[in-house]
């Protein structure tokens, strides 16, 4: 009993080698791959200077897209790590980047129903005009800025807002 248990601890063994190798050369092939999204973020992402707001929108898209495929990797490689009692890399980058797709995209969708809304409004003859539901609506759309965007955000969140958007 105790010679099989000793054979099957020696295959084990083997078996943990190539794969600790092939975890390892993962992560670093995903730290590459992390700091390349970081930099072509910051060259063509959402807060690239002068972008208009449909175009930002966009982007947030395609970011959020190639955000969560490299979350999903680094989730993957988190969990080897912990198989093999390592310990866990941190990417403070990658979720740091998704709270700003986060709110980007929250501030974004507003921008857009906005845009949709007052569409609406111009279009409407001035006889069927109803300041009422107009104020209305613009009053939803102040509550909605307010409640989605900065209420769970303290002074600096603000400020990393402000920041992102004030080239739009």
């Known amino acids: 009993m105790y010679e099989e248990g000793r054979r099957l601890e020696d295959t084990l063994f083997k078996l943990q080698q190539p794969l600790l190798e092939q975890l390892l050369s993962t992560l670093e092939v ?22 208009s707001a449909s175009e930002a929108h966009d982007r947030v898209t395609i970011v959020k897209m190639q955000l969560d495929t490299l979350i999903q990797r680094w989730q993957m490689i988190s969990e080897g790590q912990r198989l093999f009692g390592l310990p866990v890399t941190d990417f403070p980058n990658l979720t740091d980047c998704l709270n700003q797709m986060a709110i980007l995209n929250r501030l974004y969708s507003l921008y857009e129903a906005v845009k949709k809304t007052v569409g609406k409004f111009l279009v409407l003859p001035w006889l069927s005009i109803d300041v009422e539901a107009i104020a209305e609506e613009l009053n939803n759309f102040q509550n909605r800025l307010v409640r989605n965007l900065f209420l769970d955000y303290r002074q600096d969140g603000h400020q990393k807002i402000l920041e992102m958007t004030t080239s739009h």
Not at 30 to 47: L, Q, R, Y
């Open 30 to 51: 995903f730290k590459e791959d992390e700091e390349a999204f970081h930099e072509n973020n910051k060259k063509s992402g959402p807060t690239v200077p002068g972008l």
